[in-house]
């Protein structure tokens, strides 16, 4: 099976309608996805990768394999509670914390910060999009996402060291993302991400072309009323080379109120027979309006 790919150029033209269907059902069938033509600089992109391995390379990589990890490895033990990466995060939005990530660079803090910049003009319009799909206002998500001080976006920048017994440990254990949109900068060589799939894990390949790997977290599944799922996905352990991953969050602020969309919600806990009376004198007409009257009935709180 081959991964969907939504070349978002495609949205500017006669190709636009089919283009929306393609994105409804890797959302709704997949969970992820790639993008195309996203408006990130490419050039910029291979910048930050180039960087972010130096600061691995220069700050992490001698103390990772110092580990008491590493070292459970070496003696051939099992390892099921921790996951096989170095890893740091970075806080953009509401408050940066990346001129205190310990021996970064001004260069590197510049970089990613115009990196962000750009990333989430890119989450902001798959948000928009993923909500005309759903029969939302287009603004829906960011506004649920926004809070008291707008969405909480942050990166895990982690690399996924060469392992020398890659059957005896995860790179990073299976899990859905608590988010919203996860946008991924991933390696362009080493293979390791996986995600399940109709009950079988599918090995999603290295991103070439700087293409952008993109899913959906828990939030997006219940703001959608579950038309949209999070997928469970994991890292495998490479013995052959270091996997990049630049995890980019979407994510709503700590203090929003996450529901399902009223208008995706069907109406609930009503009786039977108080359907039946509404139905009786509509039952030529539109249903979509009998649900509304229903669910306005138990907003309202009583029967008939």
């Not at 103390?63 to 390892?79: R, V």
């Not at 991400?193 to 939030?219: A, Y």
């Not at 203090?255 to 969309?261: F, L, M, Q």
């Not at 108080?274 to 979509?288: I, N, V």
Request: with cysteine; charged share 25%.
């Amino acid at each position: 099976m081959a991964i969907p790919v939504i070349d978002l150029a495609e949205l500017h033209g006669d190709k636009r309608s089919k283009t929306m269907t393609s994105l409804h059902e890797a959302c709704e069938k997949w969970g992820f996805f790639q993008v195309d033509n996203h408006g990130v600089d490419k050039k910029l992109m291979e910048k930050v990768k180039e960087m972010v391995n130096d600061y691995y390379d220069e700050n992490l990589k001698e103390k990772f394999y110092e580990s008491e990890m590493t070292k459970s490895l070496n003696k051939n033990e099992k390892i099921s509670d921790m996951d096989w990466e170095s890893t740091f995060f970075i806080c953009h939005h509401p408050n940066s914390n990346i001129n205190q990530i310990p021996n970064i660079t001004k260069q590197l803090c510049e970089t990613m910060e115009e990196y962000i910049a750009q990333l989430i003009k890119l989450a902001e319009t798959l948000s928009e999009l993923i909500c005309e799909n759903l029969g939302l206002d287009h603004n829906h998500i960011k506004q649920t996402f926004s809070g008291t001080k707008g969405p909480s976006i942050g990166t895990k920048v982690a690399i996924y060291p060469q392992c020398p017994n890659p059957d005896l440990v995860r790179g990073l254990r299976e899990h859905t993302d608590a988010g919203g949109i996860i946008l991924l900068l991933q390696d362009d060589q080493v293979p390791g991400l996986e995600f399940l799939k109709d009950g079988q894990w599918f090995r999603i390949p290295p991103s070439k072309n700087n293409t952008i790997f993109i899913n959906t977290g828990d939030q997006i599944e219940v703001i959608s009323n579950g038309k949209y799922k999070s997928v469970l996905h994991r890292v495998m352990a490479e013995k052959q080379g270091n996997r990049l991953s630049i995890a980019t969050f979407y994510n709503p602020g700590s203090d929003a109120v996450i529901s399902p969309a009223p208008e995706l919600l069907y109406p609930g806990n009503y009786q039977f027979g108080d359907y039946l009376k509404l139905y009786s004198t509509t039952k030529f007409l539109e249903k979509g309006p009998r649900f509304e009257s229903m669910k306005m009935t138990m907003v309202n709180g009583h029967h008939g």
